[in-house]
């Protein structure tokens, strides 16, 4: 049983680029949120992907986006990175938007200089 | 607003022994559910342990119990006979309600870092 996976491991970028994450949620999942965990932090939920569509977006400024392919899969992409945006980004998928229990991806690491 | 409250930064415990590691929430919504994850130093979140608002019987999983005490709005983690490998990062989260419906948006705390001494 295939369960999520996350591309790359690890990123570094530099002030005003522009990254993509990507994620491949659990076999038998539809549904993929994403998450910011910055240093000693608990995660912040960035968005909610659900049969394409963003269905719920948390407090992230829209240099935060994201796309969900019919395969279920998902992007998040980020503009115009700023120094703080620095933080592990997981993924978490799961069946159905009804409070379902999330499975999590082994997450990115991305540094910006 | 919604908020988890997790008030040991670190604890340590001897392998073998139980530990309790301490969740509070805030809620004013009567329906939600509670999750446990444990993240080691590899980064990926692992599901624990689950207990919704309206379950009667404290949720067990294996060595994972939780400890749900509505009125007191806790719900706190026990791990009994602690091993080596139980050290990590554990967060307690709650499922957010929302005006829209049903969601699967979480709530983390700030997490407590167990270290299990041999």
């Known amino acids: 049983d295939a369960g999520v996976t996350q591309s790359p491991t690890h990123l570094i970028k530099t002030r005003g680029q522009q990254v993509t994450l990507r994620c491949s949620p659990k076999s038998g999942h539809d549904t993929v949120s994403w998450y910011q965990q910055a240093l000693g932090q608990g995660p912040q939920f960035i968005f909610q992907?659900?049969?394409?569509?963003?269905?719920q977006r948390g407090n992230f400024p829209d240099r935060f986006s994201g796309h969900q392919f019919p395969n279920y899969s998902s992007e998040l992409n980020v503009n115009a990175l700023l120094l703080g945006d620095s933080a592990l980004y997981l993924c978490?998928?799961?069946?159905?938007?009804?409070?379902?229990?999330?499975?999590f991806g082994p997450g990115t690491r991305l540094l910006v200089l | 607003a919604q908020k988890i409250t997790q008030t040991q930064p670190g604890m340590f415990v001897q392998e073998k022994e139980a530990v309790t590691l301490d969740c509070t929430y805030d809620?004013?919504?009567?329906?939600?559910?509670l999750f446990w994850y444990k993240q080691p130093s590899s980064g990926e979140m692992i599901f624990l342990i689950y207990?919704?608002?309206?379950?009667?019987q404290n949720a067990t999983e294996g060595r994972y119990s939780l400890n749900f005490q509505k009125a007191r709005k806790s719900a706190n983690l026990v791990i009994s006979a602690s091993q080596l490998g139980d050290s990590a990062m554990y967060f307690c989260?709650?499922?957010?309600?929302?005006?829209?419906?049903?969601?699967?948006?979480?709530?983390f705390g700030t997490g407590t870092l167990l270290a299990v001494q041999p």
């Open positions: 978490a998928s799961s069946l159905g938007t009804q409070g379902e229990t999330q499975y």
């Open positions: 989260a709650m499922r957010e309600a929302w005006s829209g419906g049903a969601t699967n948006k979480l709530i």
């Open positions: 809620t004013s919504d009567p329906s939600y559910g």
């Open positions: 992907y659900y049969e394409e569509e963003e269905r």
């Open positions: 207990q919704g608002s309206y379950d009667q």
